[in-house]
């Protein structure tokens, strides 16, 4: 059965410092990955998605980047925090239908909460 | 825009009754759309899939309706328990990913 792992669990990090978030898979192959920001009180935002290994999407322009190393290794990156950066960071993945190039059901990790002092 | 709206106040309901959530879009012409629970602290768990050519489709106490002239889809949950307390979101299509609406609170009290 597939597995997604998101580490760590909780960060405290204070502004201007870097930060890196990695989530990977496990149990199945050529996953598209996902990473969401929820902050409190607001929706699930979309931040990065990638269909392939070194093919990255941003939908939000900040301070923040992704990479995809591996086929099922998903990092979220920042040079420096900002304050807003704080929140609940939810990596993803779903299956490639193939031909479609487009994932239907998501299944999320257990998220990273992060707080920017 | 594409815009996903789900009603921001919260819903408390009694065991037993049946809980109504709704799901309003715009801009969207979906394949499908589909429903996700998610508890505090947690990441959003799959619920159900409806196609646009589905107008209903059920699993277990979870019905789900779907109507593209209306842009809107319904959620069912009938003889609600309070282990079904949680925030349920819709979410539609976007291109490779999904647009999740913010979610309604669902409270069921004993």
């Known amino acids: 059965s597939q597995t997604i792992h998101q580490w760590p669990a909780t960060l405290v990090q204070p502004v201007g410092s870097p930060l890196s978030l990695e989530c990977t898979v496990e149990?199945?192959?050529?996953?598209?990955l996902y990473w969401y920001r929820q902050a409190a009180g607001r929706g699930l935002q979309l931040l990065f998605y990638?269909?392939?290994?070194?093919?990255i999407s941003s939908e939000v322009p900040q301070n923040l980047s992704a990479s995809r190393p591996q086929d099922r290794q998903f990092i979220l990156s920042s040079k420096k925090l900002l304050l807003s950066d704080s929140g609940f960071y939810l990596c993803?993945?779903?299956?490639?239908?193939?031909?479609?190039?487009?994932?239907?059901?998501?299944?999320f990790g257990p998220g990273t909460r992060l707080l920017v002092l | 825009s594409q815009k996903i709206e789900q009603n921001s106040e919260a819903l408390n309901i009694q065991e037993g009754k049946t809980a109504t959530l709704t799901c309003n879009y715009t801009?969207?012409?979906?394949?499908?759309l589909q429903w996700y629970r998610q508890d505090p602290g947690r990441g959003p768990v799959f619920l159900l899939l409806?196609?646009?050519?589905?107008k209903e489709k059920r699993k277990e106490r979870l019905k789900v309706t779907f109507d593209t002239t209306l842009k809107q889809s319904l959620f069912h949950i009938t003889a609600s328990q309070p282990a079904d307390s949680a925030t349920y979101l819709c979410?539609?299509?976007?291109?490779?990913?999904?647009?999740f609406g913010k979610g309604t609170s669902l409270l069921v009290t004993p």
């Open positions: 990638s269909v392939g290994i070194g093919q």
């Open positions: 993803a993945w779903s299956t490639r239908l193939a031909g479609v190039g487009l994932g239907e059901t998501q299944y």
């Open positions: 801009n969207y012409s979906p394949a499908y």
């Open positions: 149990g199945t192959s050529n996953p598209n």
């Open positions: 409806i196609r646009e050519n589905e």
């Open positions: 979410a539609l299509e976007s291109g490779y990913a999904l647009n």
